[in-house]
């Protein structure tokens, strides 16, 4: 069984910076592409950053330049860091794992809000 936690959202004053976390139990974790969405009240889920087996990471444009995703492959776990935070970046931010099946392993969240 595959269990996917996130960790290290709260209250956040602009400009941050921000740094949460997701560990991963369970499976292989070295063959899974890690993801990081995030969901804005009353707004679809979009994806944040992600990174590949074996490749780079890769950031939405509204990131961009201000978000680092990186993966600890010893500790099973993914991390992404933002600076210049703004309250558009309010959300529920969610980590997921892709197996080489292409099965989804998501985590329940850990909740961003961005407010001075």
């Known amino acids: 069984q595959v269990t996917v936690v996130e960790s290290g959202g709260g209250l956040v004053q602009p400009p941050g910076p921000l740094k949460l976390s997701c560990v991963v139990s369970?499976?292989?974790?070295?063959?899974?592409?890690m993801s990081w969405y995030r969901q804005a009240p009353g707004k679809a889920r979009e994806l944040v950053a992600r990174i590949k087996v074996g490749g780079l990471p890769e950031y939405a444009a509204s990131v961009l330049a201000r978000c680092r995703m990186t993966r600890d492959n010893q500790k099973n776990a993914v991390y992404l860091e933002m600076i210049n935070l703004k309250p558009d970046d309010t959300g529920d931010y969610f980590c997921?794992?892709?197996?080489?099946?292409?099965?989804?392993?998501w985590g329940q969240g850990t909740q961003v809000t961005v407010s001075s």
């Open positions: 369970g499976g292989n974790f070295d063959t899974y592409s």
């Open positions: 997921d794992a892709e197996d080489v099946w292409n099965v989804h392993y």
